[in-house]
């Protein structure tokens, strides 16, 4: 399996908003991600969906760490 199909299927969630989300994420910027890029990805794959709505939504904070890519992921949900 390809490391795209993988995180594909990773990006899977359970709420629909985050699918498009990611798919969009996946589309716009994964030709182009670093592998920093890709491990920080599988890192917030890790975490709960309402989680994550929330830092997308601006309404939780995002780990320093995860600011770059969280921004580029609101960017696609714009």
């Known amino acids: 399996m390809s490391e795209l199909s ?4 990773r ?3 359970g709420m629909k908003e985050l699918d498009v989300v990611f798919q969009h994420y996946l589309e716009a910027y994964y030709p182009s991600a670093s592998q920093d890029d890709i491990q920080r990805l599988d890192e917030l794959l890790d975490m709960q969906d309402p ?5 997308v939504l601006g309404l939780d904070p995002v780990p320093d760490r995860y600011l770059s ?3 580029k992921l609101r960017r696609t949900h714009d």
Do not use: A, D, S, Y
């Not at 993988?6 to 299927?9: C, P, S």
């Open 51 to 55: 989680l994550l709505f929330g830092m």
């Open 6 to 9: 993988r995180l594909k299927m």
């Open 69 to 71: 890519l969280v921004e």
């Open 11 to 13: 990006c899977r969630r």
